[in-house]
């Protein structure tokens, strides 16, 4: 590839957009996890849809690679260029515009390197709220989302990111704009071809905005951590929580006390807010009617008073609720500390969480007595982040712990992968857990839609 070829890239996105320097492109050639390491020819960063289109076309014609990029939070290494010997990041950090607010409608258009975090808080400015919430969510950007279809913490309630997206506007492999950029609630005008774009983690062209749906902003919001000694006992907590709280409950995650301990170790000074158990249930419940706090405590009290729970903690003001997130929401950071995982983000049926998680956890504990499984996640949907910690004397293969977690997940009905996605991390696995037909029906979409396979290649499929 000439140099005149990079530098016509430049000309696009203008020279402030287009990192050449090996030093300064090295933040966006490794994944979050830093496991996956690429290598690019360049990172180019579009301010608008137009220049996306540009740099698309003029790779096209140039037969080079593209990955496209937004916060580089995700797990499964969708966004970071392996083994591609031509390759341009196209990262979306300057397209950030909130393009239009509705709130009357309820609908939020942005630019797909909008912050998570700014999206809220754009809503919340407009008396709405947006109810994708998540770990990484003051790095990760709406293109990312999409692309990952992410769930979280609220999918309970509100689904994962494609429950949320009522339009969406992509460049297409060839360089060309589909605008989708509608705000209906309701629309079966031919192909919902949206869909097809939300989750294919940018194997099929690039999300540059999207219009989101806004829901009423909530005014009683309470905020529980049971202590429990068993995860049966906290699947039942839920249980009881559901139905006698119904649509009110957002959140629904389990925690195991594994996962405190590992916290603590590097937070000495912070207080564990509830009694140590063996395992916790964290539970919120929002309204968007005011003063319902009594009626949904009262609930809390009831599953105490049967005995299910030892004792629940809730909480009283913004920073108490916080306080209880916190040890939630950095479990993934904590792990990271001690050692390479093997990471399974796989769902089950609800009812199979409990055999799940103790079938696999024998099996974990047989084959490589040296690991710690840590178990956690979004139970209330079935979501199980059931994640291996590997000790880092060990040569144990992630790969080998894989293949055991995975013949469990598909002996329940389950799946490899609820949320993160297949990216660069799951690819090899996907073929032995689905069918032929559902390859080739996926290969087809993509071979119509990126005949030369330029389009983040390596990624999916
Ligand atoms: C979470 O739920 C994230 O915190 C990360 O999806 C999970 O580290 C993980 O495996
Ligand atoms: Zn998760």
Known sequence: VSRDTIEALGDIVGHDGLIVDPALMQPYLSDWRDRFHGRALAVVRPRSTAEVARVVEHCVAAGIAMVPQGG????????????????????????????????AAGTIAVESGCVLSDVQAAARQAGRYF????????????????????????????GSMRALVLGLEVVLPDGSVLNGMRTLRKDNAGFDWKQWFIGAEGTLGIVTAAVLRLFPAQHTIRTALFSLPTI?????????????????????EIIPD????????????????????GWYLLAEATSALSGLEDQIDAVLLDIVEAGIAKGCTVANNPAQREAIWAWRETITESERRFGTSAKHDVSVPVSA????????????????????????????????HFNVVIP??????AEDVNVLVHRIVAAYGGSITAEHGIGRYRRDELPAHRSEAEMSAMRA???????RGLMNPGAVL
């Open 258 to 277: 594994i996962a405190v301990e590992m916290r603590a170790r590097f937070h000495p000074s912070e207080a564990f807010p509830a009694p140590r158990d």
């Open 72 to 103: 580089n939070t995700g797990l499964a290494a969708g966004a970071t260029p392996v083994g591609l010997e031509r390759a341009v990041v196209i990262n979306t950090s300057r397209m950030r515009a909130v393009r239009n607010i509705d709130a």
């Open 445 to 451: 979409l993509k071979q119509a839609l990126d005949p």
């Open 131 to 158: 109810p994708l919430s998540l770990a990484a969510e003051g790095s990760a950007q709406i293109g990312g989302l999409i692309s990952t279809n992410a769930g979280g913490t609220a999918v309970l309630r509100y």
């Open 392 to 397: 880092q004397q060990e040569s144990i293969a």
């Open 353 to 384: 969480v409990v055999p799940f998680v103790e079938e696999a956890g024998a099996a974990v504990a047989a084959a490589f007595p040296s690991t710690t499984v840590v178990a956690f996640g979004h139970a209330g949907d079935g979501n199980i």
């Open 232 to 252: 049966e006992d906290a699947m039942r907590a839920f249980a009881a929580v559901e139905s006698a709280l119904g649509e009110l409950l957002v959140a629904a």
